[in-house]
Every structure is written in C-alpha cells, then in structure tokens.
C-alpha cells in the first residue's frame, strides 16, 4: 500500500492535497518529506476569526512533523497562504493539521 493511500484514507483534510512524498536528506538523517497544496477553488481560512476569506499571497515553505512511519521522521511541507479578512485584516490561514506556530502535527502530539 502507498504511503499516500494511507494518508488519503487516514488522516485527510478537507481543502488540501497530499503531493507525491520524496526521501529527502535534513539533518543528516533520511526523512520522508509530503508536501501539500491548496484543493484548486479552496478558500484559505482566517486563523483570527475561522471565516473563509480570499488568499493574498503565499508565505515559505514550513515544515511540520507527522508520526514516523516505518521508523523514519515524517515531514509535511507547505506554503501558508495569507488571508485577507475582512474582520481581522491580513492573516495567515488556519490548517487543520497543526495550531498556530506549531512545528509538529497535532497526530504527532497526540502520539
């Protein structure tokens, strides 16, 4: 089974798409790295208030740590897209997987 699969059917997020995982070499240690990307036609969501808003522009690349699969660290790589609420001005969005600065998922902290 496809490590993909697995994510897809496990731990999927609505308006996001898992991209084609790589090894990838951090620290000199070998990872998986996954990165995602908005759905096409998802709306960032507003990480002040939660309503949906237009995206401005896209922040970079930031990396959090999933649960080690196979005894190797797992990554997800993605670009924040800032949001353009009407309610709090310009702020990044909210994703489902990690909380505000968070530099690991919250699957990762519950394990």
């Known amino acids: 089974m496809r490590l993909l699969t697995i994510l897809r059917q496990r731990y999927p997020h609505k308006g996001f798409v898992y991209e084609e995982p790589e090894f990838v070499e951090r620290d000199g240690r070998t990872v998986i790295q996954v990165s995602l990307r908005p759905r096409k036609g998802s709306r960032a969501i507003c990480s002040g208030c939660g309503e949906c808003g237009p995206g401005y522009d896209c922040l ?6 999933f ?3 196979w005894g190797l660290a797992v990554f997800f790589a ?3 897209r800032r949001v353009d609420c009407p309610r709090c001005g310009v702020t990044v969005e909210r994703v489902p997987w990690a909380r505000g600065k968070e530099q690991q998922t919250e699957a990762f902290a519950w394990f």
């Open 60 to 65: 970079a690349e930031r990396l959090c740590q």
């Open 78 to 80: 993605y670009r924040m």
């Open 67 to 69: 649960v080690p699969l």
